[in-house]
T-cell receptor, first 120, second 112 residues
Framework: NAGVMQNPRHLVRRRGQEARLRCSPMKGHSHVYWYRQLPEEGLKFMVYLQKENIIDESGMPKERFSAEFPKEGPSILRIQQVVRGDSAAYFC??????????????????FGAGSRLTVL | AQSVTQLGSHVSVSEGALVLLRCNYSSSVPPYLFWYVQYPNQGLQLLLKYTSAATLVKGINGFEAEFKKSETSFHLTKPSAHMSDAAEYFCAVSLRGGKLIFGQGTELSVKP
């Protein structure tokens, strides 16, 4: 089981460029979450997706950020016209469907190793 | 709304000493609670979770946490710290089936 795969692990962009971060969930998981970790801060929720649907995007900045989880392929977090303040580690996590969880029903997230974005 | 507060952004202990990392939560309904550990330049790894089955929860690497409803706390402990425990620890809360809300994290240092 390959776990949650994120790529690229490191990405450098200049101000104004676009950044695309990809996340392949664990096999059998259909829920994907994106979190952002700024230096010296905790993880901030950004968005929660299921296949072809955005379930909760309450943590997404209103502009320049978008996310998708298509029927085929990985989930993608897209940041347009990056600014220095976007420099952070972006973590993806996945979880199974409600039916496939353990008897407690707890939503246990499995995290990827993260993508570290540096904006010059 | 749910929230988590971790008291102390940095905790330092000596090798062999007790580890105590504090977490208080706020939730209008019975929550699920989690502790995750993050080693440098890595993702988060689940240490343990509380799901209302038992108030004392045992996790990996000798860690455990006790859910105290009256204190709205879920502190993480380990009787004897090891050098390999040095990492950042995150407490998190969620409602059934929902996203996790994380605390600010506590960096644990272990001195030889």
């Amino acid at each position: 089981n390959a776990g949650v795969m994120q790529n690229p692990r490191h990405l450098v962009r200049r101000r104004g460029q676009e950044a695309r971060l990809r996340c392949s969930p664990m096999k059998g998981h259909s829920h994907v979450y994106w979190y952002r970790q700024l230096p010296e801060e905790g993880l901030k929720f950004m968005v929660y997706l299921q296949k072809e649907n955005i379930i909760d995007e309450s943590g997404m900045p209103k502009e320049r950020f978008s996310a998708e989880f298509p029927k085929e392929g990985p989930s993608i977090l897209r940041i347009q016209q990056v600014v220095r303040g976007d420099s952070a580690a972006y973590f993806c996590a996945s979880s199974p469907t409600l039916r496939d969880r353990d008897t407690s029903g707890a939503n246990v997230l499995t995290f990827g190793a993260g993508s570290r974005l540096t904006v010059l | 709304a749910q929230s988590v507060t971790q008291l102390g952004s940095h905790v330092s202990v000596s090798e062999g000493a007790l580890v105590l990392l504090r977490c208080n939560y706020s939730s209008s309904v019975p929550p699920y609670l989690f502790w995750y550990v993050q080693y440098p330049n890595q993702g988060l790894q689940l240490l343990l979770k509380y799901t209302s089955a038992a108030t004392l929860v045992k996790g990996i690497n000798g860690f455990e946490a006790e859910f105290k409803k009256s204190e709205t706390s879920f502190h993480l402990t380990k009787p004897s710290a090891h050098m390999s425990d040095a990492a950042e620890y995150f407490c998190a809360v969620s409602l059934r089936g929902g996203k996790l809300i994380f605390g600010q994290g506590t960096e644990l240092s272990v001195k030889p």
